[in-house]
């Protein structure tokens, strides 16, 4: 008797990077790691590696997004590689077009934009990107600007990104909330929610995604990514014992902390300074897959009966870099 095949076999999965650094460790050593991480998920079959933008945030060093993903796609074969995401309010759109379109020139058919309108930093790192404050307000003509200058030229605009110019790099839009949601959907445009850190607008941002979805030129009917913050281990214990290295970088981020990774505990007890604290970290990791291959594999499977993703992208903050590789072995292994 044959065994069923899991809903899972057909779900791409893919990863978020944040280039997450050990305190000690050099930025030379973690982008390093990070490249043995993508080439591990580039043999074993993943299909997009994303590097997320940072800035002023001691222990995440992916602050030059545009810069990894040309190191990535430069030293691995076939994943595609992109950006989760440019935060657009801290660019010019033509910067942008620019930079993607010359990544896209050198690794066809590899590159991905994702955009989102957040700063990604906090508001005094923000001034120092970007002098106007309401540039987030401009986000969904920037994001038009920003698809005619990777699209052909239609012989009329008198600024056009050289490189850039007709590569049609494939743009996403990233959110956390419902407004990208709804300007995804207007725009048939693939949306990824952020769920590796914002679970609260989940059930809304897709259905609304759904419900409101316009079949555009790019995309004929909706494409749903969902980020997902992962900690996948031989046993169930052992992936709670390395999910606490996550929960103590949480913490630090409510605190105003530095945010470098630290070493898995044996528990949490005690570095708590109110339960408001671990209610807050909790909530923060509240779609957190944990677990061995059987609790990975079932949650998934869940979720995507649940809410119909079409696509997986997850977090994989764990202290070592062998326990991370192994995560991803385990995530193949449960495809079948």
């Given amino acids: 008797m044959s065994q069923q095949t899991s809903i899972l076999a057909d779900i791409p999965f893919s990863l978020l990077e944040l280039a997450p650094m050990?305190?000690?460790?050099?930025?030379?050593?973690t982008l390093h790691n990070s490249l043995q991480y993508a080439k591990e998920a580039d043999r074993l079959g993943f299909n997009r590696f994303w590097f997320a933008e940072h800035h002023n945030m001691p222990g995440i060093a992916s602050a030059a997004t545009s810069v990894l993903i040309g190191y990535i796609a430069g030293n691995t074969q076939r994943i595609r590689v992109g950006a989760g995401g440019i935060m657009l309010p801290n660019h010019a759109p033509l910067v942008v077009a620019e930079q993607f379109g010359t990544l896209e020139s050198l690794y066809p058919?590899?590159?991905?934009?994702?955009?989102?309108r957040a700063p990604?930093?906090?508001?005094?790192?923000?001034?120092?990107l970007n002098r106007d404050t309401s540039r987030a307000e401009q986000f969904p003509e920037e994001v038009s600007e920003l698809q005619t200058l990777l699209g052909p030229y239609n012989g009329?605009?008198?600024?056009?990104?050289?490189?850039?110019?007709?590569?049609?790099?494939?743009?996403?839009?990233l959110g956390s909330s419902l407004f990208s949601a709804q300007l995804a959907a207007q725009r048939g445009l693939p949306y990824v929610f952020a769920g590796h850190f914002a679970p609260r607008f989940l059930y809304d941002a897709i259905e609304i995604y759904r419900r409101d979805f316009k079949p555009s030129q790019v995309l004929d009917k909706p494409y749903v990514m969902l980020g997902l913050p992962l900690v996948a281990a031989d046993t169930d214990e052992e992936a709670q014992f390395l999910g606490t290295t996550s929960k103590q970088r949480v913490l630090a981020l409510i605190r105003g902390h530095e945010l470098w990774l630290k070493p898995p505990v044996d528990t949490m007890d005690g570095l708590w300074r109110s339960a408001q604290e671990e209610t807050?970290?909790?909530n923060f990791l509240g779609l957190s897959v944990i677990g061995g291959p059987a609790t990975i594999k079932h949650r998934l499977e869940m979720i995507v009966k649940e809410f119909g993703v079409n696509e997986f992208i997850f977090t994989n903050d764990?202290?070592?870099?062998?326990?991370?590789?192994?995560a991803l072995q385990i995530l193949t292994e449960i495809k079948q």
């Fill in 109 to 116: 058919g590899r590159i991905d934009l994702g955009l989102g």
């Fill in 318 to 326: 764990l202290y070592d870099l062998d326990k991370r590789k192994k």
């Fill in 22 to 29: 050990r305190q000690g460790s050099t930025v030379g050593e």
């Fill in 280 to 282: 807050y970290v909790d």
């Fill in 120 to 128: 990604g930093s906090d508001q005094v790192t923000s001034r120092a």
């Fill in 156 to 173: 009329r605009h008198a600024v056009r990104a050289i490189p850039g110019e007709g590569t049609n790099v494939p743009i996403w839009l």
